[in-house]
């Protein structure tokens, strides 16, 4: 890429929600992608679909040349006509993700510094005009630490947990409250203490607890703080 194509590109606005497992990022960047019209990037559906295609091939987490080769295969999109969902090469992917077995091997390769790198390109390729609003863990610190907007949204642990019990309950499926919040805690620990890009808040994020909010009062919270950065 040019100086030229670089500079274009840093003036194409970014939001950036990131936050822990279970907070809610998805529905409040789809909401605000859909408010500012901007393009939408699930970075944890780009770990997820790596992983979905290693399962397919038969790769482990551990042959990280593999991996690479794998990555530059994938071609994700969020088309907003169907509601922002997963889409690989053409394909809607956006339930095959949700496997526990594509949940697990995902963790297990956002770990590796160098598929890291890799999908690293893949999401800076989503800044492009008019806009992005971009959810994940370290979009704030390492994707897009030039955002013009970062939010960080966080929620206490039981919080998280009863809000994933209440979906699973609404949607007929038969939960577990303490499996589910061990679990949550589990991945917290994993995701705040790993070397390579932990999740931690930027020191220039608006960080927002929703624990005793609405997702109406988050949004219109994002939104005012949003329009400030922007000048809009
Ligand atoms: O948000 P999620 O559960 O769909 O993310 C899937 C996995 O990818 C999870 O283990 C965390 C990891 N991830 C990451 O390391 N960095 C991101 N920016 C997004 C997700």
């Known amino acids: 890429m040019s100086v ?25 960047a789809k909401r605000l992608a ?26 482990e987490a551990a042959d990280v040349l593999a991996l690479i080769r794998l990555s530059q295969q994938l071609s994700l999109q969020f088309p907003p006509e169907h509601d922002y969902q997963a ?3 053409g394909q809607n ?15 297990q390769i956002a770990s590796v510094p160098e598929v890291r790198a890799e999908l690293l390109k893949m999401q800076r390729g989503f800044r492009q005009p008019p806009g ?18 970062k939010i960080f949204l966080d929620a206490s642990s039981e919080e998280r947990a009863r809000r994933r019990y209440k979906q699973l309950i ?29 999740l931690v808040a930027a020191s220039d994020a608006r960080v927002i607890d929703s624990t005793d909010m609405t997702i109406e009062a988050v949004l219109a919270q994002a939104e005012v703080y949003i329009r400030e950065c922007l000048e809009i």
């Open 93 to 107: 992917i956006d339930q095959a993700l949700r496997t526990e077995e594509c949940s697990s091997l995902a963790s």
């Open 87 to 89: 889409f690989a090469n």
């Open 132 to 149: 992005l609003v971009a959810e994940g863990r370290d979009l704030g610190t390492v994707v897009f630490p030039d955002a013009q907007a």
């Open 4 to 28: 030229d194509q670089r500079d274009r590109r840093e003036n194409i606005p970014v939001i950036v929600i990131d936050g822990p497992a279970g907070v809610g990022k998805g529905t409040i």
């Open 170 to 198: 609404e949607k007929g499926i038969s939960a577990n409250f303490d499996h589910l919040f061990d679990s949550i805690r589990e991945r917290d620990q994993r995701d705040r203490t790993r070397s390579t890009a932990p």
């Open 34 to 59: 859909t408010a500012f019209e901007f393009h939408y990037l699930d970075s944890g559906a780009a770990y997820r679909a790596l992983a979905a295609m290693a399962v397919e091939a038969g790769i």
